[in-house]
């Protein structure tokens, strides 16, 4: 008997909810994307959009090469890092492993700036929903990322699918499952 995977799982839930899936993209488009973007997609996530690619409702269309897309998806990447100095800026956020906040705007800025040209990229899932690059491994958890209101929002990308899309409550979220140690991110959620 045939066993469905995770990807026929996920896409049978999907347009149980309601959303239209697009074609796979090719290995070629992954490609294509992941260079046009400078992102690397986790394997799962890779897996995912080769197996299908959700569309409308806020979901990230990779492989639409249209201006306004590309410019959606740049704004989309560079959203985390520009919130988190909106916070510096106006909210006196700092972390603490960032050394002594300098007096100056300016260079409080300027410093934060710098650890977050660091921070491993978070990739955009749907809205403000995003998948940490690193590790580069599947599994993931997936987080909200509001600024520096940054929570799990599942623990990894199937278990995210169900809790943004209403099938599965945010407060029955597998927390003890949660891989730990993600690289910068992690320290906001501890």
Known sequence: M??????????DMLRR??????????????EQAQQRYEVRFPPDYAQILASFVPGGQRFYNWDDESPENITMIKRALDWPTESILFDVENNGFWRPDWGERPAQMEDALHVAGCYLKDAPELIPIRGHRYLPSKPFESDNP???????DIIYYGSNLFEFFAVELGVKPHKDICFAKIKRGIPFWGWFLE
């Open 2 to 11: 045939y066993e469905l995977t995770r990807e026929d799982q996920l896409a």
């Open 17 to 30: 909810c309601g959303i239209p899936l697009r074609d796979g993209m090719s290995r070629q488009q992954l």
């Open 142 to 148: 997936v987080l909200s990322v509001y600024q520096t």
